[in-house]
């Protein structure tokens, strides 16, 4: 059922839901880890060495061990991580990359035929060869990263003047 706008505003809607019963031949529940908790890598392995070490000590060794003596011996792998944790530097997180897109691309679909022939005064013929000029400045790419409507139009509008010039 769709409900509309109207009908919402309203505020007189009714829900009615029937039970319907259905007989399971078993069910079984099981508890289970979330070992993926995050992207951060240090996060995930706290929580994996947390996961161990409830584990270890949910186990028969855990008693001996908290008197001195190791029953299982040491992770010495597990040991070595974190020794070099404390040497490295942090790492910068990854940036999502932005989808690369010409920037011809970008002002076409932004402005529309009648914006470069009236508002820029171009002739339908030196519009692509406004749009590869305005490409060979490096503030085109910083567009492409942060493009609005009104950036892309001043842009184009400031470009348009050195054009002008350049072709008188």
């Known amino acids: 059922m769709k409900v509309s706008k109207e009908q919402i505003e309203l505020n007189n809607l009714q829900v ?12 079984i529940v099981e508890k289970m880890q979330n070992l993926k908790l995050s992207k951060d890598k240090k996060y995930e392995q706290s929580k994996l060495d947390e996961y161990a070490r409830e584990k270890f000590d949910n186990r ?6 908290r008197k001195g003596t190791f029953v299982n011996g040491l992770n ?11 040497f490295v530097k942090d790492k910068e997180p990854l940036k999502e990359k932005v989808p ?6 970008l002002a076409k679909n932004t402005c529309d035929q ?7 005064k171009l002739k339908p013929e030196q ?16 567009l492409i990263e942060n ?7 001043d842009f184009l509008s400031a470009k348009n003047m050195e054009f002008q010039k350049l072709k008188n």
């Not at 028969?60 to 061990?65: A, D, K, L, N, T």
């Not at 009648?114 to 820029?120: A, I, S, V």
Request: a negative charge; proline letters at 2%; glycine letters at 4%.
């Open 16 to 27: 009615v839901m029937f039970k319907k019963a259905e007989e399971l031949d078993e069910v």
């Open 60 to 65: 028969e060794g855990y008693q001996e061990m």
């Open 76 to 86: 010495f792998v597990t040991i070595g991580k974190k020794l070099l944790d404390l």
């Open 100 to 105: 690369e897109i010409e920037f011809i691309t």
């Open 114 to 120: 009648k914006y470069y022939l009236e508002t820029l």
């Open 127 to 142: 519009i692509d060869l406004f749009l590869q000029f305005c490409d060979g400045d490096p503030k085109s790419k910083k």
């Open 147 to 153: 493009s609005n409507v009104l950036s892309v139009m």
